[in-house]
């Protein structure tokens, strides 16, 4: 009787071992599951497709949609392709005044600050990026700036006395002669800009015609892309009145190769909401070769790719 009874014994202990080891590993998953992000996701109310765009974002970030409540805005934000995710509190609140835009729109407009009023919530350029420095209607320069070399523009590129940063200078005139070879000129007729002379520009456009309609053609001092010197209105022969370019092969040239020397069209038309501007065919702004063309191949304004990738 007690060999059997020990039989039984060896044969229990290996089966409950097993049990054990069964349920443990049982328990181990389920306490996974509990805490994994799907499962808390699913708890909150996100469905499959949704929990699957959820879980692409960092740790953090799901963190942070955990302790809110369900959501069926929020999906739809990340997945677009330039969601930030800091500035999903302001996709949020700027989709409540603005439920019939696009989502993409939505994310592309808080990006550039478009949520905000012009000149509000100011910061100072970043003049450490060189080139690649954002001033606009959110970013501005300090009174006192100017770059330290600048050079004369020779009168065989331009109009008037015209000045530029050295690296945009010699960009321009290479640029300037692969035109030639087309048999195009184009001619800077603005340039480099003091803080001072951008003040009284725009009070004169103001006392004529009002300041929201100055405010879409010039921008204030210290927010101006002049005051950098890299930035440039052209022209070619024979155009009457800024507007004119456009019309002109050397405008068709320009938007085709600029980028090729580091120079993009500011504003174009279509983005006059991104860029707080009226589209302006003449307006040229060096950033550098190599960051010209990853604007330019973005499909972007200088402000969206900066909100995007450089900020």
Do not use: C
Not at 107 to 120: A, G, Q
Not at 140 to 158: I, M, N, R
Not at 175 to 203: C, G, V
Not at 269 to 288: A, I, L, P, Q
């Amino acid at each position: 009787m007690k060999k059997r009874r020990l039989k039984k014994t060896v044969l229990i202990i290996p089966v409950v071992i097993i049990i054990i080891i069964i349920l443990t590993i049982i328990g181990i998953n389920y306490y996974k599951k509990i805490n994994s992000y799907p499962y808390k996701l699913e708890k909150i109310g996100y469905s499959k497709d949704e929990i699957t765009i959820l879980t692409k974002l960092k740790d953090r970030q799901i963190d942070n949609i955990l302790k809110r409540k369900y959501n069926i805005v929020i999906p739809r934000l990340v997945k677009q392709k330039y969601f930030i995710f800091d500035n999903l509190d302001r996709y949020l609140a700027y989709y409540k005044d603005h439920e019939k835009e696009k989502k993409d729109v939505i994310v592309s407009k808080v990006n550039v600050n478009r949520d905000r009023d012009y000149y509000t919530k100011t910061k100072e350029a970043d003049t450490n990026l060189n080139y690649g420095i954002l001033v606009n209607k959110y970013y501005y320069l300090p009174k006192d700036y100017a770059p330290d070399d600048l050079q004369k523009v020779s009168v065989l590129y331009s109009y008037g006395e015209q000045q530029l940063r050295k690296e945009a200078l010699n960009q321009f005139i290479n640029m300037f002669n692969a035109a030639k070879e087309e048999d195009i000129t184009i001619i800077i007729n603005s340039s480099y800009r003091t803080y001072q002379y951008q003040a009284d520009l725009w009070e004169s456009y103001s006392s004529a015609h009002g300041s929201k309609w100055a405010d879409s053609y010039a921008a204030r001092a210290g927010y101006s892309e002049h005051q950098t010197g890299l930035a440039m209105d052209v022209t070619t022969y024979g155009v009457k009145g800024q507007e004119g370019f456009e019309k002109t092969k050397a405008y068709e040239w320009m938007i085709n190769h600029s980028y090729e020397y580091g120079f993009i069209l500011r504003y174009p038309k279509g983005k006059e909401d991104t860029t707080g501007y009226s589209y302006e065919s003449w307006h040229f702004r060096y950033v550098g070769v190599d960051l010209a063309k990853k604007i330019h191949d973005s499909n972007l304004t200088f402000d969206e790719y900066y909100a995007y990738y450089m900020k």
